[in-house]
């Protein structure tokens, strides 16, 4: 499955995407308060990658995306980010 994205620079998350091209995704969303690539990496991450994703480097990527999302006041993302850090 992908996940297009407004960036230009990581236009879409799959399969192939890197912990670097998320942590971008993730800056950008939260630097232009895009809630529609806030959304889609949060799909992407919680439901379509698993805790191994980037050598278990999910878990960071999760903490960053739970703080992106506060700061656009996702709340409901925030926390089932933090949630899904604390299981896995």
Do not use: M
Request: glycine share 4%; with cysteine.
């Amino acid at each position: 499955h992908e996940h297009k994205l407004h960036s230009q620079s990581v236009g879409k998350l799959d399969a192939s995407t890197t912990a670097d091209e998320v942590v971008k995704a993730i800056k950008r969303a939260q630097n232009l308060h895009d809630l529609h690539d806030i959304r889609e990496i949060a799909h992407f991450l919680l439901e379509e990658v698993g805790p191994n994703f980037a050598y278990g480097y999910r878990g960071s990527l999760l903490s960053r995306l739970a703080v992106a999302s506060l700061h656009l006041n996702n709340h409901d993302i925030a926390i089932r980010c933090i949630t899904e850090r604390r299981i896995n």
